[in-house]
């Protein structure tokens, strides 16, 4: 009885997870088929073919895309991290006016959903000429009030006596930051690194709102406008084009399993 | 060294927020210059029939989503609170479909849903059933996608509930043992009552999911057949995006926001009350 229930129990589970990971799968192989076999439920393909991701790659600029997803979720990241752990050490560590003021302002900035600010942030960007260019996709996320709130909780952990001893041997606040928080802070970096990459990396309203040349598109905007084009022409071509958002992803997801789940996660019940 | 933070604070929150609520009150169509438009844009909105449709739609959503995401993700948090062999393997492909990009998995998903060569009808013709038009029927379309998002987000729900789950004591979980409740009865008395903040974070934050919802009918359905999946997002899009009605897409941002507080805060009272009951 009690050997027969845990079977149930994994058969369950199995189809369970069948039910999240096929779908993937199925996406994966339908790309390698051509279109008439598209369609079959087998996912090995009888005719394997590299056609649809030659479609894809010339048709529209997924290389640049590439590119510029990358760029701009590294710079985000990097700023959230760099400018936030400082704003962050200030506010947990230094005592300067109006730090009740901005602490505030910060939780404020959390209970604000993000459609509010939406059309005055696009109006903004574009009085100031930024339509279709990096900056526009940046700017609004140099910044992470999420990220700076869970940084500021870890820092006020760490034991005044570090700031205090270092401060005597003459080191500056930014050396303290840098050379002693940080390599004791590497637990919240990794999660703020990862679910700041990933959010840059998946969003897409906000692109589609400030990019229209095509050079300067994300992935995931180029995806969502040459499948709704029509520039994939068939589902295999732009299932391929997915494919070139997902690989990177799965593939970090593999290794970094653990961290996503964990930074993802505490992101959203923060958030 | 908080100085470029406040700077950041300044330019990219206050000052949106503050010209949201300005913007209400204007026409502006981005090229020429903004004209006082008094109460026409509140009015607008308030005898709007697409919007409303909008809003009646997310409520359709949240029908469906909400109820399904708990008892998806506490099914499977409770069937992953045990002694199980590749434990991680089975939370990391619950999990993988949330972080993977909205677009891809709305792309990924008007394949599944296509009715003649869509995956799931392929499926249901495979067992005997007739294929449905799953995007195209106006009564399915939205419960199709409120099904698709749900799956997308299970996994991240699920974390929660395995969190919530470790924090219900051994002792209370041995003496009802003791006492000799069923498996249902422990279930019923002892996890779901302790699991309740959980729960509410459950419906809070699919609740606020749903208003946001944009990218999946913005791909999939357009906000059709016959606007039954309009989002509220879609249609501030539109305005700002396609008829460059800028005061008239921040009164709807504004709009929303004021809906989202009112039916979160709605939700936390009614819960409160039947938990004191």
Known sequence: ?271 | MAAPYAVFLLAFAAYPIVFALVLVFLRWDLVTAPSIAGFDNIRLLANDGRFWRAVANTFVFLSIHVPLQIVTALGLALALNRKLVLRGFWRAAFFLPVVISGAVVAILWSNLYATDVGLINKLLVRIGLSPVSWLTDPNTAMPAIAVMVTWKNVGFYVIIYLAGLQYIPRSCQEAIEIEGASAWQRFRFLTLPSLLPQTILVITLSTINGFQLFIEPYVMTGGGPLRRTYSVVLYLYNNAFAYQKMGYAATIGVALALIIGAVVLIQRRVIGRAEAL
Request: charged share 10%; net charge positive.
């Open chain 1, 1 to 271: 009885m009690r050997t027969l229930r845990r079977i149930g129990l994994y058969v369950a589970l199995g189809l369970a997870a069948l039910t999240f990971i096929y779908p993937f799968l199925w996406m994966a192989s339908s790309t390698f088929k051509p279109r008439e076999e598209f369609g079959s439920l087998a996912l090995i393909p009888d005719h394997f073919t590299l056609d649809n991701y030659r479609t894809m790659w010339a048709r529209a600029p997924f290389g640049r895309a590439l590119l510029n997803s990358t760029l701009v979720a590294t710079t985000i990241t990097l700023s959230v991290l760099v400018f936030g752990s400082m704003t962050a050490y200030a506010m947990a560590r230094l005592r300067f006016r109006g730090r009740p003021a901005l602490n505030a302002a910060t939780l404020g900035v959390l209970l604000v959903p993000g459609q509010l600010t939406l059309i005055p942030l696009y109006t903004l960007i574009v009085q100031l000429g930024l339509i279709d260019t990096y900056p526009a996709l940046i700017l609004p996320y140099l910044f992470n009030a999420t990220a700076i709130l869970m940084m500021r909780q870890f820092f006020l952990q760490i034991p005044q006596s570090l700031i205090d001893a270092a401060r005597m041997d003459g080191m500056s606040e930014l050396r303290i930051l840098f050379t002693i928080f940080w390599p004791l802070s590497k637990p919240v970096l990794s999660i703020v690194a990862i679910f700041t990459f990933m959010g840059s990396w998946n969003e897409v309203l906000w692109p589609l709102l400030v990019v229209r040349d095509e050079q300067l598109m994300t992935l995931p905007q180029l995806l969502t406008v040459f499948a709704l084009g029509g520039g994939a022409g068939s589902v295999g071509v732009s299932l391929a084009s997915a494919m070139v958002l997902v690989v990177p992803v799965v593939i970090a997801y593999m290794f970094l399993q653990r961290n996503f789940i964990e930074s993802m996660a505490g992101a959203g019940i923060k958030g």
